[in-house]
């Protein structure tokens, strides 16, 4: 024997299907304490209706809490959306792994997010300078992979159903095959469509997965040769939740820039500029006047010549100019002139690739 008894001081009796005064008879003499549902243990609301918005209002308070006006007041644009991946990062995991976010949910955070980025104080309205798909693409289709909340939500569910036919012979999936009748069925089915539950709103996933072209064989599929599961997203025997989500946001983001080399050898800070310059998303006059913004003159205030433009300020401006002339001798790069940050980055690109670098004689 272990030694190892029960606190009553800190065990609740609780009731199924019974009124309150039973329970409070049932835990007198047991020294307990009645309670009822809903109830949280180890963090997980037991009993609640996850697919009411309510349900959800802890995690939505703490990502208002974690993504203050006052921390936007004092970041930059990157260091906005580092801490906004931090915060989905670690918040809303838990909860996500287990239960299907509802979409007003979703929309909730993913408002706060976006609020938090482009805007420095809670209660005004600020320009959003890029669209938010683009915000949550993944970087190698040109997004800044911020990531979206539904994503990461599928994601950590997929992992369920490869655990339940990998570890079939676990209690939870012994009992889960038992509630849903999966006993000799095809393999494929994963939930009875008669019944209601946690399983059952995960399985639902299925659907979401379908309408960006992923197969539930590419999550867990028999290996009839190899008389065993597999999938597509396994590294060492363990379903990998990042690769599922790469996969999945890479299907439901098609941007049309094209890619952006994010070196990590350079800030983070300099390639959210440089990122944002190249779509000409950032704060020139004329892009100010276009979003409603008075501005007593679009003419360039360092040449006095040419409209204020992103690819002006930055390339085509004599000012701008000069110092990039300055730059490229000094790397003893050999080249026209720029008309655009595009231009510029895409020659920078096909020269870093370059065996034979062209120098001046």
Not at 217 to 225: A, G, L, Q, R
Not at 259 to 286: D, E, V
């Amino acid at each position: 024997m272990s030694g190892l008894k029960v606190n009553f001081n800190k065990s609740k009796v609780f009731g199924v299907g019974a009124p309150s005064l039973e329970v409070s008879n049932w835990s007198a003499p047991l020294g307990c304490e009645p309670s009822s549902f809903p109830f949280t243990y180890l963090g997980i609301p037991v009993g609640e209706n996850m697919n009411l918005k309510k349900s959800w209002r802890p995690i939505i308070e703490k990502f208002n809490s974690k993504l203050s006006s006052w921390k936007a007041k004092s970041l930059s644009f990157d260091g906005r959306v580092t801490l906004a991946k931090a915060v989905l990062g670690n918040l809303p995991t838990f909860f996500m792994s287990i239960f299907k976010v509802p979409m007003g949910v979703i929309d909730t955070l993913e408002k706060i997010r976006r609020k938090f980025i482009w805007s420095k104080e809670y209660n005004k309205k600020s320009i959003c300078w890029i669209g938010w798909e683009k915000i949550t693409a993944p970087q190698k289709v040109g997004g800044i992979g911020l990531g979206s909340i539904q994503s990461l939500n599928i994601s950590l569910l997929a992992k369920w159903l490869w655990r339940l036919q990998s570890d079939s012979s676990e209690l939870w999936a012994k009992v889960i095959c038992c509630v849903h009748n999966l006993e000799g069925r095809n393999w494929s089915c994963f939930a009875s469509s008669t019944s209601k539950g946690v399983w059952n709103n995960i399985t639902k996933i299925r659907s979401m997965m379908a309408k960006v072209n992923i197969d539930p064989k590419e999550i867990v599929s028999w290996n009839s040769d190899r008389r065993c599961w597999v999938s597509e997203f396994v590294i060492d025997n363990t379903f990998s939740v990042k690769l599922f989500r790469e996969r999945l946001e890479l299907a439901g983001h098609i941007v049309c820039d094209g890619p952006f080399n994010w070196n990590k050898m350079i800030p983070f800070k300099i390639l959210c500029f440089t990122w944002r310059a190249k779509q000409g998303r950032i704060p020139s006059a004329i892009e100010l006047q276009s979003r409603g913004i008075t501005i007593p003159s679009t003419v360039c205030g360092a040449c006095k010549q040419e409209e204020e433009t992103s690819d002006h300020m930055l390339i085509t401006c004599q000012s701008a100019r000069t110092v990039m002339n300055e730059i490229l001798n000094w790397c003893e790069i050999r080249c026209d002139n720029f008309n655009s940050v595009r231009y510029m980055l895409l020659f920078l690109s096909r020269w870093s690739k370059c065996k034979k670098k062209e120098k001046p004689a």
